[in-house]
DNA sequence: GACTCATCTCAAAGCGCTTTGGACATTTGC
DNA sequence: GCAAATGTCCAAAGCGCTTTGAGATGAGTC
């Protein structure tokens, strides 16, 4: 059933018909309503390419998830993420069109969606530091907002991110109010925007007590399993063992204590971890008492307002660049302790903020 | 730029043009070349909107993926086979639209799927036992893949599964053939389909031996690690604890790991585990040695598969229903030993397959 | 009764593309 | 040499919708 055949058998042009169902005021009341009861009907939908053409909207979002054929890793974080967006973009009539991109084909891409014109906006995953999409973007002047920052970028551009430095930092002083010294950090990898942000705030709370970071100390790849496991697995292995990790995901974590119970260690009692959580629907961190002491922040939650912002923007062209710094709570879990004996120094002690 | 003024620009007609890009034979070679070369020059990219109202399709497959307000988990294998899929539409040049729907909102949503015609065909996530999805796509007249199969349904439609009822009883005849006699099954959710097949497979490999399932060793639940470590620990406390885990997911068999740990007991030595592996790329099962012994199936290719099948479907409109039954390997890793020597029985000899 | 307003409705243009049904020129077949 | 076939191009219709500009109709005003 389509607009002209629906007209017809109401004895309406298609106009009447079609102002009805889209709440234009010029219609009969009566009218209306014979309209909406005929449209329910006979399961009328109006056709999403033809409404598009006509509108030139096309009531969809465009998600660009970039891959390399190298690691060609799927962030884990990212359902989560389109399950919080898709919240809002149900409630606003919009579809998600998800697109794969292998690293370096982005420009023509980008373009390419653009002038397809299958999608009003774009939401950007994964940035690096200096990241050249974010110019692009700006330049095609389709709507954008960015899942992360780009801190080389200066431009002002749309993001909804976690406070990730300061969610470290936090965690860091946290471990060194316990008495540790030797605090080692498994990061993600640090061309990515995120990473680099929660090495700086590891950095500058171990300078905030003048600890001078040691290099033997810090990882980074990309956020697996084996990650946590060969890093700690290493890391206990030197003469001078670290006390406690700080890692940047909940499965990295998982390999640490691994690595850790294979050393014969208790976590929480020998070794102390403190992992960021990403509350995953499928990776809860334990129920009544968490399992990690945590930094937490809803991928999810990031997902919903990321999408919030660029409907808002695409409703209204001039609200110009919007942004969202999301604080990540600080959880106790069963996973951090003070330092054990032999480590412990006073420590400064330090307000938590 | 678009058609109109690319033709005038070379002084061509639409015809023309739009043939000469699309590679028609009525084109002069010398005029087509030079038509490709403006295209190019001016980065004419055709509107996908306008396009596909021409020509009725539109170029995108719809993933649609059920949640539920409850159990508001994302399947954490979705992002692999999603990865897998784009490679298919890539090549083809195809779009990929994702759609999450609440458990019972669906016959209105594919309805509309259908009629709003932004889709050229639907894959079909998560199916139940008996899943009123397949009568009702069937009907719309929409190809559609399943991503597994639904067992209580007997009409025939495409799908892509993976032979879980053989990959689990190939498991546990395994661990049988170890000298296991209590063999506990931590599932998914048993009104998943795969989740039933695990089980009937785990079942009929204790039936061919003669062995009585013990309710007490079967748990059924979302996928979690939590699941893994409750199910465990409430096990290894029975008076007659399971001496080997059977478990649906990587991350179920970490909680399992992490309740044996607690127990004081060592995995493959002292408890046996097999998992099942879907070789997510964030969750890799060990490098040289696997960690876990793992039935194991790449997410990845399934999703690749599916999507190669039902762009079949949609070029070749009568090429029928199509199956596709990936086998999973079993692979032998570090969790897996003969029974405690106070349980071993000579087992019957059993070949495997 | 002639006038203006509202109110309601419609025909038709247009969104950017494909595709049908020729038109015209050039070859080919006999 | 002429009809038929072929090669190359175009104008125009149509995909299903929205939206513009204007035409009816009836109520209210002087």
New interface residues.
């Given amino acids: 059933?389509n607009l002209k055949e629906l007209a017809h058998h109401l004895n309406l042009s298609q106009t009447t018909v079609s102002r009805a169902l889209n709440g234009y005021p010029e219609v009969k009341k009566t009218t209306r309503l014979r309209v909406e009861a005929a449209a329910r009907e006979f399961?009328?939908?109006?056709?999403?390419?033809?409404k598009?053409?006509a509108t030139g909207r096309?009531m969809?979002i465009g998600?660009v998830i970039p891959?390399s054929a190298k690691r060609?890793?799927?962030?884990?974080v990212?359902?989560?993420f389109?399950?919080g967006a898709?919240e809002a973009y149900?409630q606003a009539g919009y579809?998600?069109?998800?697109?794969?991109v292998e690293d370096g084909k982005e420009e023509r891409l980008y373009?390419?969606i653009r002038?397809?014109?299958?999608v009003d906006g774009i939401i950007v995953h994964s940035p690096r530091m200096q990241d050249s999409r974010i110019a692009l973007l700006s330049d095609l002047g389709l709507p954008f907002v960015v899942h992360g920052r780009a801190s080389d970028i200066t431009a002002d551009y749309s993001w909804v991110d976690m406070n990730s430095r300061r969610a470290f930092s936090r965690a860091t002083a946290f471990l060194i109010e316990l008495g540790h010294r030797r605090i080692a950090l498994v990061n993600g990898l640090e061309f990515m925007d995120f990473a680099f942000r929660r090495r700086d705030g590891y950095l500058s709370a171990l300078a905030a007590q003048a600890i001078t970071p040691d290099p033997a100390l810090m990882r980074a790849g990309?956020?697996?399993?084996?990650l946590g496991h060969q890093s700690a697995r290493d890391m206990l292995d030197l003469a001078d063992p670290p006390t406690a990790f700080l890692t940047s995901s909940m499965?990295t974590a998982?390999g640490v204590?691994?690595a850790i119970?294979e050393a014969g260690l208790e976590m929480g009692r020998d070794v102390s971890v403190i992992t960021h959580d990403d509350e995953?629907?499928?990776?809860?961190n334990?129920?009544d008492v968490p399992l990690f002491t945590a930094t937490r922040s809803s991928v999810r939650a990031a997902g919903r307002r990321a999408a919030d912002m660029l409907l808002q923007m695409i409703a209204d062209k001039d609200c110009g660049p919007l942004h969202s710094l999301l604080e990540a709570e600080l959880i106790l879990g069963n996973s951090t302790g003070p330092a054990p004996a032999a480590d412990i120094k006073t420590p400064y002690r330090q307000e938590r903020t």
Same sequence: chains 1, 2.
């Fill in positions: 059933m399961n009328y939908t109006p056709n999403a390419r033809a598009g053409l096309s969809s998600h891959t060609e890793m799927v962030n884990p990212f359902g989560d389109i399950t898709s149900v579809d998600l069109v998800l697109t794969l373009r390419n002038d397809k014109g299958n990309e956020m697996t399993e084996l499965v998982i204590r691994r119970q995953l629907s499928y990776l809860k334990g129920q």
